[in-house]
């Protein structure tokens, strides 16, 4: 049932051409980065994210460790990407590989009775770990090698064998591959990340659509980890996430409807008030075209702030505030609160 519904979801997403509209390698990758440190405790915002990842701008309000640990992701990422692009076999050096550029700037060095290891190498825990607080414990440490040598033949096999054209046994295989990598748990920190981070490489190499656990969905999805161990039945995780994928796609695809829904109605308009600022005021079409998408994204808000302008059109923070300066100089907008707070609202009656 769960993967009819995804399948029937993506043949929609698909003849939309929703996909060629996203900005994969930005925008797209970075929600996934924020939303899956935000999991282990981030409390990154995508806009701060944005501003770290392009313009190097940390926030104050944010710890370092929180930042460093979405920097670390990002690279991760970034040459993940690449590295599954070439269709490697995964094997456990690469996952060690991987996991040193997930912990590089946050990862720990430890000192046990059992031997010394370092996070920030990728290097595999030597000491035993429990699901939090009284949670229950993994295996123990000296079984995880192997566990993770077994894992990686199995995925490699199963790799080799699917058909790449099938979306719904790809989505399966990497939902398999989250659930069975957290749950040898290879590390003494970033299991999460890292088990995510492979999913979505699994999803890349195939060129599918990555899937997001957002967290707003961290205790539904920490729940079907924890029945799919207790039955020992890994498909109650598989088929959570093929149904929280779906859903994620679908609020997508409604959201793109109401916005070309929109856009339909307000082309004429847009037309015609681009024109009567180029001439009124003396500017380029193709500025006049940018402030007015900027005045139709704010008819339906009561205010916004140069941070929501920079996270919606991916404005430079610097060129955000040049835009909401001048159409605040036009007569289209009233600036309010300080240097610091600073918010902007559409004047009654000019849109």
């Known amino acids: 049932m769960a993967e009819r519904t995804l399948q029937k979801i993506l043949d929609e997403y698909y003849s939309l051409g929703i996909k060629e509209q996203i900005d994969w390698e930005k925008f797209y990758l970075y929600s996934i980065i924020t939303h899956s440190t ?69 990862g720990s060095e430890y000192h046990t009775i059992t031997g010394d290891f370092s996070a920030a190498k990728g290097e595999l825990r030597k000491v035993n770990v429990t699901a939090g607080f009284g949670g229950t414990s993994y295996m123990a440490y000296q079984k995880v090698p192997a566990k993770l040598e077994s894992f990686c033949q199995k995925l490699n096999e199963r790799r080799q064998n699917i058909n790449p054209k099938d979306i719904v046994s790809v989505y399966n295989l990497s939902f398999w591959a989250h659930y069975e990598l957290v749950t040898i748990h290879p590390w003494a920190d970033g299991n999460g990340r890292m088990s995510r981070l492979l999913m979505n490489l699994l999803q890349w190499e195939y060129g599918f659509i990555p899937s997001k656990v957002l967290k707003e969905d961290k205790a539904e999805y920490i729940q079907a980890l924890i029945d799919s161990r207790e039955k020992d039945d890994d498909s109650i995780f598989i088929d959570f996430m093929l149904n929280l994928h779906a859903k994620h796609l679908q609020r997508e695809i409604e959201q793109f409807k109401a916005s070309m829904s929109e856009n339909n109605e307000k082309l004429v308009d847009k037309s015609l008030l681009k024109q009567e600022m180029a001439d009124k005021w003396s500017i380029k079409p193709t500025l006049a075209e940018k402030l007015v998408d900027i005045l139709h994204f704010m008819s339906d808000k009561s205010q916004i702030t140069t941070e929501e302008l920079v996270r919606h059109f991916g404005f430079a923070p610097t060129t955000a505030k040049r835009y909401l300066r001048q159409l605040t100089e036009f007569g289209y907008l009233e600036a309010l609160g300080g240097n610091k707070n600073r918010c902007y609202k559409l004047k009654e009656g000019e849109l």
């Open 38 to 106: 935000a999991i282990e405790g981030s409390t990154v915002t995508e806009v701060e994210a944005q501003l770290l990842f392009d313009e190097g701008i940390t926030s104050s309000k944010r710890t370092m460790v929180e930042q460093m640990m979405n920097l670390d992701l990002k690279n991760a990422y970034e040459y993940g990407i690449k590295w599954i692009k070439q269709h490697p076999q995964i094997t456990v050096d690469s996952l060690i590989t991987l996991s040193s550029k997930v912990m590089a700037r946050t």
